[in-house]
């Protein structure tokens, strides 16, 4: 079975990746993607990439991503890094979209899925963004890549970085997740133990990566990972033959699974390759005990405010404040989504409930989206027709410590 890097050979040359420039999301200022950029230093807004769509339109067959072999990169015309030799590859993308027929029913249902993101490299969708990220800061010569992280993405750095033969620096939370902890060391990544919580971490980081001159890889403070988080929802569109499903419900830290679908879905249409302009509503679910979507969603803000003594099992949505918070909030608006907080305790109990009814043991975040369609079902904002997908962004194995 043919897997990444393919041979130099099967690629057209010059037409690997269709990147042309970032593009500030806050300002619109241009910067070449060349040259090592972190994000817009005149409004500090994060930078996203922009590629030769008009181009895609012309030369790229939809299908034809259809029939390479399986894996995130069989989009690599719309992914950012332009030679194969520098895609570091670990087997992500192409998870399962599982229909949940035992669920459905019991909720009235009866198109229900959900898209497994737990067979990805570490457990959670967070390989997706690093394995872009990795391999673009591979590419501009980076040895030494720095993150503070709530767990996941600091195992999926330690794990592309290691692959890659780049040196990993982790600040994490002293209380993340024992299996965050263990896979990064594993992978030989150096991991620092921080009293307090992401945003702590976050600050931390980035003193040591102003000083020491490590390239921080921080949610959005980069423009890569967005890119890698985007192929799910090139993988939903392609799984629905070219249309989008009507809601998809999304646990949300940082945002970048929210903002990068969204941005796949403009991408998608300005290519001409989905069969109507229905859009998915997009649902933002976080945890009772940090929901600074959730406020700003409900009181009409632009901006989030920052959440104190932020607390959830969930560890992944412990991020008090997002850097895209306004890019999220504006994406939730334009698809009339909606944000929604549950209780640590209801996710529990929608852990249980999917493992038993459908076998799928997911992350506490993936656990929350079920608790957040309970709700919906209740508030009639969803509507029994409807193509619902429920994102489990990672394996309930990767949280063992909280069964305790
Ligand atoms: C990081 C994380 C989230 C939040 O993802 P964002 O795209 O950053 O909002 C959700 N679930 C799990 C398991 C995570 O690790
Ligand atoms: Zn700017």
Same mark, same amino acid.
């Not at 988080?229 to 989008?244: C, P, R």
């Not at 949505?317 to 305790?345: C, T």
């Given at each position: ?55 895609? /339109? ?15 990169? /069989?989009?690599?015309?719309? =992914? ?11 087997? $992500?993308?192409? *998870? ?86 263990? $896979? ?8 620092? =133990? ?22 921080? =890889? ?37 945002? *970048? ?23 998915? /509503? ?5 945890? $009772? ?28 949505? /412990? ?66 027709? $409807? ?18």
């Amino acid at each position: 079975m043919p897997t990444y890097p393919l041979p130099k050979n099967a690629f057209k040359s010059q037409e690997t990746s269709l990147l042309t420039e970032l593009e500030c999301s806050g300002c619109g200022k241009i910067y070449s993607d060349k040259e090592i950029h972190t994000f817009c230093p005149d409004c500090q807004s994060p930078l996203l990439a922009q590629y030769d769509l008009p181009g895609a /339109r012309s030369r790229v067959d939809r299908d034809a991503i259809r029939r390479r072999p399986d894996g995130m990169w /069989r989009w690599h015309e719309l =992914l950012p890094v332009r030679d194969p030799e520098n895609f570091v590859f670990l087997g $992500e993308g192409d *998870t399962t979209l599982l229909p949940v027929p035992s669920l459905g029913t019991q909720l009235g249902l009866p198109n229900l899925y959900v898209k497994d993101e737990s067979s990805n490299p570490t457990g959670t969708f967070k390989a997706r963004g690093l394995a872009a990220a990795v391999s673009k800061a591979k590419e501009l010569g980076v040895n030494k890549v720095i993150i503070p992280t709530a767990g996941n993405a600091g195992g999926a750095m330690a794990a592309y970085a290691a692959r890659a033969g780049i040196q990993a620096l982790i600040y994490m939370p002293k209380d993340t997740p024992r299996a965050n902890i263990e $896979e990064s060391k594993m992978a030989g990544a150096e991991v620092v =133990l921080v009293d307090g919580i992401i945003s702590d971490a976050a600050g931390m980081a980035g003193v040591k990566a102003r000083e020491e001159g490590w390239f921080d =890889l921080s949610t959005f403070k980069e423009p890569y990972r967005v890119e890698g988080k985007k192929i799910m929802g090139y993988e939903l569109a392609e799984a629905f033959n070219w249309s989008l499903p009507d809601v998809i419900i999304y646990p949300t830290g940082g945002g *970048t699974g929210l903002v990068g679908m969204w941005k796949a879905f403009n991408e998608l249409e300005a290519m001409g390759w989905l069969a109507d302009t229905k859009r998915p /509503r997009m649902v933002s679910v976080q945890a $009772e005990g940090c929901a600074p979507v959730v406020k700003a969603f409900e009181s009409g803000a632009l901006f989030c405010d920052f959440w104190t003594n932020a607390h959830t099992l969930a560890s992944g949505l /412990r991020v008090p404040k997002s850097f895209a918070d306004e890019l999220i909030l504006k994406d939730l608006r334009a698809s009339n989504g909606i944000a929604i907080a549950v209780s640590d305790a209801a996710i529990q109990a929608c852990q249980h409930k999917l493992c038993r009814m459908e076998g799928i043991f997911p992350a506490p975040e993936g656990a929350a989206t079920l608790a957040a369609l309970e709700k919906l079902v209740e508030q009639k904002w969803i509507d029994p027709e $409807e193509r619902i997908i429920l994102f489990n962004t990672g394996s309930g194995l990767k949280y063992l410590d909280q069964l305790d």
